[in-house]
């Protein structure tokens, strides 16, 4: 074969070459040890001598263009087999989607809007396990052993001598201040146990604890705090009352309520006739609760809140049946598209 020959040829190959092994026997064709280019230089002793210079140079050229040719083609047979491999591998989304799309559950949504409004006001978010040492659940928290709240009617205890099912998110609180230190801006949303089981009481629900610490935390931040979340989550002005009342870990303690949102304070069957809902639980640290974990009260103070998720759910969306969320109605989840 002359090489004009060999040249058309070898292009013509590379350029059909469909994958690596092909593409190796074509190189080997040309290039190898008994390739047609190798011999061809080999046979530049027959060649007469005034020409051989030409020769010479004119099958280097041949020699370069065809290696140039192959690793064009290794680059283009690459490339083809990524994309064979990504059509083959590619998933028509939108054809196998159900007739109904998922919708992310009430509970879920209420959590992360929670969420959302104390991370903007700098808080972190902290997490504690469901099953928790009795004491941290109870005794930290400043609940002595005969309080009602210890009553077997309240708590599921486990197994496990000196374990329970958490009964409410506060022993989050214990773990945060006994890991850290203050300040501490924090809340913990979480799943809390009671055996309790009535329509507006489910045995299984959720809560979202708050805690500050610092130097100089007083009422009056702790009732701005809550004040704005509360604006913040029922999206327009609410009408925010501090009720004083009883929590054995805060000292002072109050209950928080709001104007009814279904009857604007008028009084009616939601808030049996007060004008007022109960939406959480609050108070300044008590003193005994900052040193069980290690922090000293006579430098810092602190402010808790705890609020249900299901009830200001219910609250949020107009919902009165709290068995509604743990029955996965389709019916009743389709409503809670994300929008
Ligand atoms: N742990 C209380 C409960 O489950 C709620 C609560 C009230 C939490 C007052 C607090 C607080 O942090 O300060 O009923």
Redesign the pocket.
């Known amino acids: 074969m002359n090489l004009e020959e060999i040249e058309r040829q070898a292009k013509e190959e590379i350029s059909k070459a469909s994958d690596v092994q092909q593409l190796q026997l074509i190189k080997a064709k040309y290039l190898g040890k008994k390739g047609y280019i190798t011999l061809a230089l080999r046979e530049i002793t027959k060649v007469p001598p005034e020409q051989r210079r030409e020769y010479g140079s004119r099958l280097n050229q041949l020699k370069e263009l065809v290696e140039n040719l192959v690793r064009q083609a290794e680059d283009r047979i690459r490339k083809e087999t990524i994309e064979k491999e990504i059509r083959s591998s590619w998933q028509e989304l939108t054809v196998s989607l159900p007739k109904y799309a998922g919708a992310i559950h009430p509970i879920t949504q209420t959590l992360q809007r929670i969420q959302d409004i104390f991370v903007s006001m700098g808080f972190s978010v902290e997490e504690g396990p469901e099953v928790e040492l009795e004491s941290y659940n109870f005794d930290l928290?400043n609940i002595p052993k005969e309080h009602p709240?210890r009553d077997m009617q309240d708590t599921f205890y486990v197994n496990k001598e000196g374990y329970l099912l958490r009964?409410?998110?506060?022993p989050v609180?214990i773990r945060v201040m006994l890991s850290k230190k203050p300040p501490i801006y924090m809340i913990a949303p979480g799943r809390?146990y009671r055996r309790d089981d009535d329509p507006t009481h489910s045995p299984v629900f959720h809560?979202v604890?708050?805690?500050v610490v610092n130097e100089s935390a007083n009422f009056k931040h702790m009732k701005y705090t809550i004040e704005v979340f509360l604006k913040e989550f029922f999206e327009r002005e609410v009408p925010v009352r501090f009720r004083a009342?009883y929590?054995p870990?805060?000292e002072p303690?109050a209950?928080v309520d709001i104007g009814c949102l279904v009857c604007g304070g008028e009084g009616c069957r939601v808030c049996k006739g007060s004008g007022w809902l109960e939406v959480?639980?609050?108070?300044m640290?008590h003193p005994q609760v900052l040193e069980n974990c290690g922090i000293d009260s006579e430098l810092y103070q602190g402010?808790?809140?705890?609020?249900?998720v299901e009830r200001l759910c219910m609250l949020y969306f107009g919902i009165d049946n709290i068995k509604l969320f743990y029955e996965n109605d389709l019916r009743f989840l389709r409503q809670f598209r994300w929008s």
């Open positions: 928290l709240a009964t409410h998110t506060s609180q809390v809560q604890e708050g805690l009342s929590f870990f805060t303690s209950e959480m639980g609050c108070g640290v402010f808790a809140f705890g609020m249900g």
